[in-house]
């Protein structure tokens, strides 16, 4: 509940964005768990999978640039991937550097029980999904300016 001099005081929680953002991917992700688990996913492993569903094969550096995660970050979530028979890690043909990431058969055929994950997502919110498609909107603004904001 929001007091009133909450409204003025700049330093109230109710007023702080990082504390609104905070809690609702808290909630949010909370709401993929239930769908994710008969899948054997975790809500980050689902991230990886989105990207490998929509762009594979892609090398470890790229995947990592759009999931926004470190590489340090995203290995064990491959290495999990992998032991689970969803991706394949191999270095790249053109360059032995580089790891490409593709999809096993199996982590393409998960895509199928995939597609029901975003209709339950929104059912389970109650919400529009024309506010949904507007606070997506919003959210991708605040993070395209808080990356400019670091450079």
Known sequence: MVSPQSIDDPLSLEQQV????????????????????PMGLTHPQYLVMLALWQ????S??????????????LSPLLKRLEAVGYLRRERAAGDERQLAVTLTD????????????????????????????????ALTRVIEATKRSRS
């Open 18 to 37: 990082c504390f609104a953002l905070s809690v609702a991917s808290r909630n949010v992700v909370a709401l993929y768990r239930p769908l994710l688990e």
């Open 106 to 137: 199996e982590g393409a055929a998960l895509r199928e029980r995939a597609l029901e994950i975003p209709p339950a997502v929104v059912a389970r919110l109650g919400m529009p999904l024309e506010e949904l498609m507007g606070l997506h909107a």
């Open 55 to 58: 762009h594979a094969p892609l």
């Open 60 to 73: 470890v550096k790229d995947l990592s640039g759009l999931l926004a995660l470190e590489p340090a970050t």
